[in-house]
Each structure stands twice: as C-alpha cells, then as structure tokens.
C-alpha cells in the first residue's frame, strides 16, 4: 500500500503527518500498524511519532498522535506541526481554530504559517508531591 505523508519538525523532534482529511484510510486499526512501522528510525522513515489528520462530519479539525503502535495525546511540538500544516494545506483559517485531540481540543491561534500559538493550560510536573523552592543565592 502506498501512502502519501509528510515529515515536519519543531524543536528537535520530527513527526510523520499523514492527511486523512479524505479517509483514505477508515481502519483505526491500520494506523497503529502504520506508525509502528514507518516511525522506526532503521527500517521506517523514522520519526519521534506519526500524526494522522482527519475531518468528522461536524467540520471539525481532528489529529492524532501516534508512537510505537500506541495512541498518545498531542505533544506541544506536534500541535504546532500538526497547525502549521492544516493552515497552509487550507483547513484551517487565520484566527482561533479548534483541533480535537485523543483527550480535549485545543485553540489554535493563527498569526501567519510561522506564527501559531496553542494554550496548553499550566506546566504539569512529574511528581506533584516534590515542592519547588526558589533558591535566593
């Protein structure tokens, strides 16, 4: 099966994007198959995850993240890979946009195709239980 993907990059890790706006590819299944196949740096393309892009009926922008056959929610870096590329393939505008994600959707504020913007919400620390203490000296 040939399938057509583009590779981006933001901050040191590189995503396979696949554009499934389409549904070339209906079966969910396929695509843990897929990213375990095509992340794998010595026989795949390699890359630190894949992203397929899709549309539901509602018109809504929807991504997901995909790493060792395994479904993650979005990362901060391929969040704005996965922005860059739906702007400027046209599906999404110059404003506030949504993108569903596994767990919530995002807003996607949208400057220009260098300039985008994703509220994350507060940092979240591994283990909660460990206080910061600023140190004066």
Avoid at 24 to 34: A, P, R, T, V, W
Avoid at 110 to 133: A, F, H, L, Q, R
Wanted: charged share 25%; hydrophobic share 35%.
């Amino acid at each position: 099966m040939d399938i057509e993907f583009i590779k981006l990059h933001n901050c040191g890790k590189d995503y396979i994007l696949l554009d499934n706006v389409n549904n070339l590819i209906k079966d969910h299944n396929n695509f843990q198959k897929i990213s375990e196949n095509i992340t794998n740096r010595h026989f795949g393309v390699g890359g630190f995850g894949f992203i397929v892009l899709y549309k539901t009926d509602n018109k809504i922008i929807n991504a997901n993240l995909f790493y060792n056959g395994k479904e993650f929610d979005m990362t901060p870096e391929a969040l704005l890979c996965t922005g860059r590329y739906a702007f400027d393939s046209g599906y999404l505008s110059r404003k506030q946009n949504n993108l569903k994600t596994k767990l919530k959707t995002f807003i996607l504020n949208i400057i220009d195709s260098k300039n985008i913007t994703v509220n994350m919400g507060p940092p979240n620390y591994w283990d909660k239980s460990i206080e910061i203490i600023e140190d004066p000296d």
